[in-house]
């Protein structure tokens, strides 16, 4: 009797531990979405860089450094491709295992909690805004339930690297004439390249690869499609090519997307068009190819046939600027989005023309949605400002290096001018950190801002104009 007492207890303290769990979480998620998200990807990180410690991880058969292990699963989860050591020399076929899993978690995990944070604001806002939301093409009417939003996005996922690997699977079959590593590098270059993770299992990168046509066009269309965004694939696929029904952040997103990869192919062309350590000594059509390339690349998807610090000072930064640009909302892609770069353009044109609001494609953009952009770029600005003068400090190197670095990782690209791979613990940290603030922290701060506009001003100050410019 004493003992069936014992276990009553025990029971019922266990079940009081799990409703105060689940009330926790319930209350954690509720009063604060970002956070949540933000929790979540924290402890995905620590749990990819304790299975990355482990001694069968590696080549050597012994546990990594720390230092290393971390800014690697960082880097994974974050989809973001910088690495602090050579993939293919330094993990095992487990560890290299281990990566592909973190970058398939970590880009399902980007994709599906940027809508749910999307959806938990909508229906926290009133019935204008979540209208407003559905022209967006992410609210509860257009996309269903939360469940229905989760199967669609990991879905969406699995057809398009499917159809990826369907096409790399055998031409590395065929390029290496061996069956299991053929399988093994399509599949991790499938999923590599649509997360725009841009991790890479050779030794020597793709430069072997920059003459094959099939690998680097399937791999260029896998970052492209990663880079647009689950909302806009989602419109893309339910309304086909009728443009007037695709929502206007499709259509912004389209037409800036496509105007960077122009502008930068083009940019890029140029400048290395002459360059003998990059694509001086290519043929016309793989100097256009590798331009391309690059173009999309630079974006996000941070793969390379050539070595970035062998480019020109110029040409590096041009690769700043559209690393910071990024891509669409909802994607894999890092950077403060093409759509911010367009809300912010838009609302110059209107001040140059002397219009009270801004306009694009018959829609009207609220000035909070310009609030909300200005704040993303600053707050952008101020982490790459900080890590760049951090690693400045660290290494005393000259700016171009640690601002290339600082700006690939807080946009999630993975580009890297060679520094990473020499930076001692303390730089990698920064770099970490940086990746997890530019991923998780851009998400949830635009998140955080959107859902602070509920609060309605009981009362107004006197308008006061300070002298701008």
Same mark, same amino acid.
């Given at each position: 009797?004493?003992?069936?007492?014992?276990?009553?207890?025990?029971?019922?303290?266990?079940?009081?531990?799990?409703?105060?769990?689940?009330?926790?979480?319930?209350?954690?998620?509720?009063t604060?979405?970002?956070?949540?998200a933000?929790?979540?990807?924290?402890?995905?990180?620590?749990?990819?860089?304790?299975?990355?410690?482990?001694?069968?991880?590696?080549?050597?058969?012994?546990?990594?450094?720390?230092?290393?292990?971390?800014?690697?699963?960082?880097?994974?989860?974050?989809v973001?491709?910088?690495?602090s050591?050579?993939?293919?020399?330094?993990?095992?076929?487990?560890?290299?295992?281990?990566?592909?899993?973190?970058?398939q978690?970590?880009?399902l995990?980007?994709?599906?909690?940027?809508?749910?944070?999307?959806?938990?604001v909508?229906?926290?806002?009133?019935?204008?805004?979540?209208?407003?939301?559905?022209?967006?093409?992410?609210?509860?009417?257009?996309?269903g339930?939360?469940?229905?939003?989760?199967?669609?996005?990991?879905?969406?996922?699995?057809?398009v690297?499917?159809?990826?690997?369907?096409?790399?699977i055998?031409?590395?079959?065929?390029?290496?004439?061996?069956?299991?590593?053929?399988?093994?590098?399509?599949?991790?270059?499938a999923?590599?390249?649509?997360n725009n993770?841009?991790?890479?299992?050779?030794?020597?990168?793709?430069d072997?690869?920059?003459?094959?046509?099939?690998?680097?066009?399937?791999?260029m269309?896998?970052?492209?499609?990663?880079?647009?965004?689950?909302?806009?694939?989602?419109?893309?696929?339910?309304?086909?090519?009728?443009?007037?029904?695709?929502?206007?952040?499709t259509?912004?997103?389209?037409?800036?997307?496509?105007?960077?990869?122009?502008?930068?192919?083009?940019?890029y062309?140029?400048?290395? $068009?002459?360059?003998?350590? &990059?694509?001086?000594? =290519?043929?016309?059509?793989?100097?256009?190819?590798? +331009?391309l @390339? %690059?173009? !999309?690349n630079?974006?996000?998807?941070?793969?390379?046939?050539?070595?970035?610090?062998?480019?020109?000072?110029?040409?590096?930064?041009?690769s700043?600027?559209?690393?910071?640009?990024?891509?669409g909302?909802?994607?894999?892609?890092?950077?403060?989005?093409?759509t911010?770069?367009?809300?912010?353009w838009?609302?110059f044109?209107?001040?140059?023309?002397?219009?009270?609001?801004?306009?694009?494609?018959?829609?009207?953009?609220?000035?909070?949605?310009v609030?909300?952009?200005?704040?993303?770029?600053?707050?952008?600005?101020?982490?790459?400002?900080?890590?760049?003068? $951090?690693?400045?400090?660290? &290494?005393?190197?000259? =700016?171009?290096?640690?601002?290339?670095?600082?700006? +690939?990782? @807080? %946009?999630? !690209?993975?580009?890297?001018?060679g520094?990473s791979?020499?930076?001692?613990?303390?730089?990698?940290?920064?770099?970490?950190?940086?990746?997890?603030?530019?991923?998780?922290?851009?998400?949830?701060?635009?998140?955080?801002?959107?859902?602070?506009?509920?609060?309605r001003?009981?009362?107004?100050?006197?308008?006061?104009?300070?002298?701008?410019?």
């Amino acid at each position: 009797m004493a003992r069936d007492t014992r276990t009553e207890r025990s029971s019922g303290n266990e079940g009081v531990l799990r409703a105060r769990l689940r009330q926790g979480l319930r209350r954690l998620t509720g009063t604060s979405p970002a956070r949540a998200a933000m929790m979540i990807f924290a402890v995905t990180i620590a749990v990819f860089a304790s299975l990355l410690m482990m001694p069968w991880s590696t080549v050597a058969g012994r546990s990594p450094e720390f230092h290393d292990a971390l800014f690697v699963a960082t880097s994974a989860v974050t989809v973001t491709g910088l690495t602090s050591v050579n993939t293919a020399d330094h993990w095992s076929f487990a560890g290299e295992l281990v990566i592909l899993i973190g970058i398939q978690v970590g880009g399902l995990g980007i994709i599906t909690i940027a809508a749910l944070l999307a959806i938990s604001v909508t229906r926290n806002l009133g019935l204008r805004t979540r209208l407003v939301a559905q022209e967006g093409g992410i609210s509860t009417g257009a996309m269903g339930e939360t469940g229905q939003v989760i199967r669609t996005v990991v879905i969406c996922s699995a057809v398009v690297e499917a159809a990826l690997a369907m096409v790399l699977i055998p031409r590395f079959i065929h390029l290496e004439d061996d069956l299991a590593s053929g399988v093994w590098h399509g599949l991790f270059y499938a999923i590599s390249s649509f997360n725009n993770a841009g991790f890479v299992v050779h030794s020597g990168g793709l430069d072997g690869f920059g003459a094959d046509p099939v690998v680097i066009w399937t791999i260029m269309a896998g970052v492209f499609l990663g880079s647009l965004g689950f909302p806009v694939l989602f419109m893309l696929w339910r309304n086909r090519w009728h443009v007037r029904r695709w929502s206007l952040h499709t259509k912004l997103t389209l037409q800036v997307t496509l105007l960077l990869l122009v502008v930068g192919a083009l940019l890029y062309g140029i400048m290395e $068009w002459s360059n003998t350590n &990059t694509i001086g000594e =290519m043929s016309v059509w793989e100097k256009v190819q590798n +331009s391309l @390339f %690059a173009s !999309v690349n630079m974006r996000s998807g941070g793969f390379s046939v050539v070595e970035s610090n062998m480019e020109n000072s110029e040409t590096m930064l041009i690769s700043d600027a559209l690393m910071f640009a990024g891509g669409g909302s909802a994607s894999t892609a890092g950077g403060i989005k093409v759509t911010t770069i367009a809300v912010i353009w838009l609302a110059f044109l209107a001040e140059a023309r002397g219009d009270a609001e801004s306009t694009a494609h018959g829609r009207t953009i609220p000035a909070s949605a310009v609030r909300v952009a200005v704040s993303v770029v600053a707050m952008g600005a101020t982490l790459v400002l900080i890590s760049t003068v $951090w690693l400045m400090y660290i &290494t005393g190197l000259d =700016m171009g290096r640690p601002l290339y670095e600082s700006i +690939s990782a @807080f %946009a999630t !690209v993975g580009l890297t001018a060679g520094l990473s791979a020499d930076l001692p613990p303390e730089g990698l940290y920064v770099l970490a950190a940086l990746m997890f603030a530019g991923r998780v922290g851009i998400i949830t701060f635009a998140a955080s801002l959107t859902v602070r506009q509920r609060s309605r001003v009981r009362y107004r100050y006197p308008e006061g104009r300070p002298m701008i410019g």
